[in-house]
């Protein structure tokens, strides 16, 4: 069996080293790191769980995969506490087993193409990044690059908590004015009244409560970026004002006759439609095309395929950078991640991380740490069912996934597939045996039969 995987295994790319017994795979760890190890629990001299806790000591970001003949749920259990990746029952297919290496081998790619990512921007910048390999966010990423050296104003639009700050603060550290103060304002968040003073500054007794003189924001940026957000809530008086500056790149404090130079490079941003705004007479068109030379929509997290693991271990790595134990998250915690929709986008995925890591107290983070909200509703309604027969409720569960997965997809069964993690073969069999209509062949006739391996 165990030259039957490994052949396997090379013929997908793997690069694969075997070992004919627990003692001969302690030895190899003592030589070489791996990216996975795929082992069986039983073993001759040692166990597999043995070498799952050696390596959970000493390369703890090593993939470990479990097989066994001897499969219980107990096993299981054991398997997932010991942070295992995977667990596999023989007899197996052969596909779906290569397929759960596969991405075992996947996610050990994502954690290293995150900190490559993150050594890159160091050597640039040292500061924050676009963190994505989504074609959105990479071609976020090459705009950012391309217009930062220029002087043009840039509208940032998006959704609330898709990091639209981020992006005017790498617009900025990738500028010329990188140097100088790159200064944020809420514009949704300031008075009315006092907008003008705060962006423009006020001599001593310009008005009331006004004791001393003091500088804007306009000036605290000399030199470098202003950054207004949510610019679609500045009242009309203001865009007046506002629009005036950046015609004429001065401006005058509140209560003074003196003009002063306005050095900046304006950044804003909106998670409104600025064009609703325009059609609703809420915003000024002139000033709108003032401040959009150029125009950046940031996607929502849901449009960002792929990106959701990467982000998941930036989050994790910063909270070990602050002294937090985190000892990562296992595959239930993750594909519940990769299936809820997040409408808070980044910044919910962001509080719902740290909101685990705490409850996980230095555990891995399972699916009973996350919010609520990210577990769904399906705990709920089982902790309130009626007792029944285990396999009873694990084909109950699993019909209904089948079925919203199928859902998701639109019945592309070679797509659902990739989505379970299982080859379309046994995809197929359990469509056949749930009676599950609705799921189309992509063109190809059903899987053929093919061996087992036990």
């Given at each position: 069996?165990?030259?039957?995987?490994?052949?396997?295994?090379?013929?997908?790319?793997?690069q694969v080293t075997d070992a004919a017994d627990g003692e001969e795979?302690?030895s190899r760890l003592d030589r070489a790191v791996y990216d996975v190890?795929?082992?069986?629990?039983?073993?001759?001299?040692?166990?597999?769980?043995?070498?799952?806790?050696?390596?959970?000591?000493?390369?703890?970001?090593?993939?470990?995969?479990?097989?066994?003949?001897?499969?219980?749920?107990?096993?299981?259990?054991?398997?997932?506490?010991?942070?295992?990746?995977?667990?596999?029952?023989?007899?197996?297919?052969?596909?779906?087993?290569?397929?759960?290496?596969?991405?075992?081998?996947?996610?050990?790619?994502?954690?290293?193409?995150?900190?490559?990512?993150?050594?890159?921007?160091?050597?640039?910048?040292?500061?924050?990044?676009?963190?994505?390999?989504?074609?959105?966010?990479?071609?976020?990423?090459?705009?950012?690059?391309?217009?930062?050296?220029?002087?043009?104003?840039?509208?940032?639009?998006?959704?609330?908590?898709?990091?639209?700050?981020?992006?005017?603060?790498?617009?900025?550290?990738?500028?010329?004015?990188?140097?100088?103060?790159?200064?944020?304002?809420?514009?949704?968040?300031?008075?009315?009244?006092?907008?003008?003073?705060?962006?423009?500054?006020?001599?001593?007794?310009?008005?009331?409560?006004?004791?001393?003189?003091?500088?804007?924001?306009?000036?605290?940026?000399?030199?470098?970026?202003?950054?207004?957000?949510?610019?679609?809530?500045?009242?009309?008086?203001?865009?007046?004002?506002?629009?005036?500056?950046?015609?004429?790149?001065?401006?005058?404090?509140v209560g003074s006759n003196t003009a002063l130079k306005a050095d900046?490079?304006?950044?804003?941003?909106?998670?409104?439609?600025?064009?609703?705004?325009?059609?609703?007479?809420?915003?000024?068109?002139?000033?709108?095309?003032?401040?959009?030379?150029?125009?950046?929509?940031?996607?929502?997290?849901?449009?960002?395929?792929?990106?959701?693991?990467?982000?998941?271990?930036?989050?994790?790595?910063?909270?070990?950078?602050?002294?937090?134990?985190?000892?990562?998250?296992?595959?239930?915690?993750?594909?519940?991640?990769?299936?809820?929709?997040?409408?808070?986008?980044?910044?919910?995925?962001?509080?719902?991380?740290?909101?685990?890591?705490?409850?996980?107290?230095?555990?891995?983070?399972?699916?009973?740490?996350?919010?609520?909200?990210?577990?769904?509703?399906?705990?709920?309604?089982?902790?309130?069912?009626?007792?029944?027969?285990?396999?009873?409720?694990?084909?109950?569960?699993?019909?209904?996934?089948?079925?919203?997965?199928?859902?998701?997809?639109?019945?592309?069964?070679?797509?659902?597939?990739?989505?379970?993690?299982?080859?379309?073969?046994?995809?197929?069999?359990?469509?056949?045996?749930?009676?599950?209509?609705?799921?189309?062949?992509?063109?190809?006739?059903?899987?053929?039969?093919?061996?087992?391996?036990?």
């Amino acid at each position: 069996m165990r030259r039957t995987i490994a052949a396997a295994l090379r013929s997908h790319g793997h690069q694969v080293t075997d070992a004919a017994d627990g003692e001969e795979a302690m030895s190899r760890l003592d030589r070489a790191v791996y990216d996975v190890v795929l082992t069986d629990v039983r073993l001759p001299h040692t166990d597999g769980f043995s070498i799952l806790r050696r390596l959970r000591s000493e390369a703890p970001e090593t993939e470990v995969v479990l097989m066994t003949a001897y499969g219980t749920i107990e096993d299981a259990v054991a398997a997932m506490k010991e942070r295992a990746f995977d667990y596999v029952t023989k007899p197996f297919d052969m596909q779906e087993l290569l397929m759960r290496v596969t991405k075992a081998a996947e996610r050990m790619r994502l954690r290293q193409e995150l900190r490559d990512a993150r050594k890159q921007l160091a050597a640039v910048h040292g500061g924050p990044t676009l963190i994505g390999r989504s074609p959105a966010i990479t071609r976020l990423r090459e705009q950012v690059e391309f217009v930062a050296a220029t002087e043009a104003s840039v509208l940032i639009c998006g959704e609330s908590g898709t990091g639209k700050e981020l992006v005017a603060r790498l617009l900025h550290d990738l500028s010329p004015r990188a140097a100088k103060p790159f200064v944020a304002v809420n514009c949704g968040a300031m008075p009315a009244a006092l907008i003008e003073a705060e962006l423009f500054g006020h001599e001593r007794g310009a008005f009331t409560g006004a004791v001393r003189r003091r500088d804007g924001r306009f000036a605290a940026a000399h030199g470098g970026t202003l950054f207004l957000d949510e610019i679609g809530d500045v009242p009309p008086d203001a865009q007046v004002k506002l629009l005036r500056v950046l015609q004429e790149s001065e401006y005058t404090p509140v209560g003074s006759n003196t003009a002063l130079k306005a050095d900046i490079r304006l950044v804003s941003a909106t998670n409104k439609e600025p064009r609703d705004l325009i059609a609703h007479g809420t915003f000024r068109e002139d000033l709108f095309y003032r401040i959009k030379v150029m125009e950046f929509r940031v996607p929502p997290l849901r449009e960002r395929p792929g990106d959701t693991p990467l982000l998941i271990e930036y989050f994790l790595d910063r909270l070990r950078n602050v002294g937090m134990a985190v000892a990562g998250m296992t595959p239930a915690a993750l594909a519940a991640c990769e299936q809820y929709p997040f409408p808070g986008n980044v910044r919910e995925l962001e509080h719902a991380i740290m909101h685990a890591a705490v409850l996980a107290r230095g555990t891995e983070i399972g699916a009973e740490h996350l919010p609520p909200e990210i577990r769904g509703e399906e705990r709920k309604s089982r902790s309130s069912a009626p007792a029944r027969p285990l396999s009873m409720a694990v084909e109950e569960f699993e019909k209904e996934y089948l079925r919203r997965v199928l859902h998701d997809t639109q019945g592309k069964r070679k797509q659902a597939a990739d989505i379970l993690g299982i080859s379309r073969k046994t995809l197929w069999h359990k469509l056949r045996k749930y009676g599950i209509a609705g799921a189309e062949d992509d063109g190809e006739e059903p899987p053929l039969e093919q061996g087992m391996v036990s």
